[in-house]
């Protein structure tokens, strides 16, 4: 699989699971200490439907080794700042 089919199909799951996650109501981490709100959530799912739509669709179809690593760098980035901003309260929903 090439990284580029790689990133789009991981920046449409992380999409998906920030839309998913948008709708729900949140824990007490998540929601009180790191400020995630369901707007924070959408706009993390924009994000990573613009790598998805826009930059890896560029890089599918206009093949570039270098752009597409570091395009692949800033996702990975985004992703895990997405990841790391709601893990530790995604436990506890009952709080």
Same mark, same amino acid.
């Given at each position: 699989?090439?990284?580029?089919? =790689?990133?789009?199909?991981?920046?449409? !799951?992380?999409?998906?699971?920030?839309? !998913?996650?948008?709708?729900?109501?949140?824990?007490?981490?998540?929601?009180?200490?790191?400020?995630?709100?369901?707007?924070?959530?959408?706009?993390?799912?924009?994000?990573?439907?613009?790598? =998805? !739509?826009?930059?890896? =669709?560029?890089?599918?179809?206009?093949?570039?080794?270098?752009?597409?690593?570091? !395009?692949?760098?800033?996702?990975?980035?985004?992703?895990?700042?997405?990841?790391?901003?709601?893990?530790?309260?995604?436990?506890?929903?009952?709080?």
């Amino acid at each position: 699989m090439n990284w580029e089919w =790689a990133g789009a199909i991981a920046s449409i !799951l992380l999409g998906a699971a920030a839309l !998913l996650r948008s709708r729900g109501t949140g824990g007490f981490y998540e929601t009180e200490v790191y400020g995630m709100t369901a707007s924070t959530h959408r706009r993390y799912a924009i994000a990573a439907a613009a790598f =998805a !739509l826009a930059f890896f =669709a560029m890089a599918i179809w206009w093949p570039s080794s270098a752009a597409t690593i570091w !395009l692949f760098a800033a996702f990975v980035l985004v992703a895990v700042f997405y990841i790391t901003s709601y893990l530790r309260g995604a436990s506890d929903d009952d709080e």
